[in-house]
Structures are given as C-alpha cells and as structure tokens.
C-alpha cells in the first residue's frame, strides 16, 4: 500500500460533513470518489464515520416521516403500514390461495387501492371469463 495523502481522521471529517455522502466527501478533499471508498475499507474510524452520517441521515428521515404521520397524511400512514407495519399483516401484496384446475391465462391486475377497485376488476374478469366460454365460477 502507497503512501496515502489524507490522514484517515481528515476523511471521517469529510464524511461527517457530508452525512456519509462520499461524492460530497470526494468534492471537499478534491479527491476520487474511489478514494474514499478506500479508505472506508481500510480504517475504521472512516467506516464508522460513514455509518454514522448515514444513520443521522436516516433519523432525520424517519422523524420528517412521524411528524407527517401525525399530521394525518394518508401517504405517511400507508407508507409506514406497508413497511414497518407488515408483521402486523399491513401489506400491499395479497396472498390468493387456489385450488383446481386453471382453465385461462393470467390476469395481470393493476394495483387497486381501494374495495370498490377490486370488485370492478373481479366484475370485469368474470365477464371476461364468460365471454371467452368459460363459464365456471371461482373454486369449482
């Protein structure tokens, strides 16, 4: 390994500076991008550095995410259910368990969010189902 031309305290500076962005730390030691990622490979106290601004990073988001939880948005609160609150079963994904023999292709269903959206598309795939001659009904 060649001589290096930053102390390693110099670069974990530069990436406290820059939250654990390492083309902003590259920017501020006018150095490579690579270079700082070699020396997060190869010091600790860089690599903690750059843990640690993203984590605070990652904190801060987390709070913007709480407080809108709080002002009562609706994206906020779908957010967080669908991804903190999966192991309570919040998902956007639907578990369909089938029996018997499929007689049709596949029906490629845009995501619906609400109760009526997916009636109308159940609706419109059996009138499919008819159309095309296959008139047995779900679980026969």
Known sequence: MGRRKF???????????SHGLQTLAAEALKCSRATIRNY???HTIVAEAYDEGREVVLDVAESKLINAIYA??????????STVG??????QKQEIEHSGEVKSGVLVVPAATTSEEWTDLA???QTAQVE?????????
Not at 86 to 91: H, L, Q
């Open 40 to 42: 997060i490979k190869d």
């Open 123 to 125: 609706t419109k795939a």
């Open 132 to 140: 095309n001659g296959d008139s047995a009904s779900p679980g026969e």
């Open 86 to 91: 999966k192991s309570r079963g919040y998902t």
């Open 72 to 81: 009562d948005k609706e994206w906020a609160i779908k957010f967080y259910l």
């Open 7 to 17: 102390l390693a305290s110099q670069v974990a500076e530069a990436l406290q500076q």
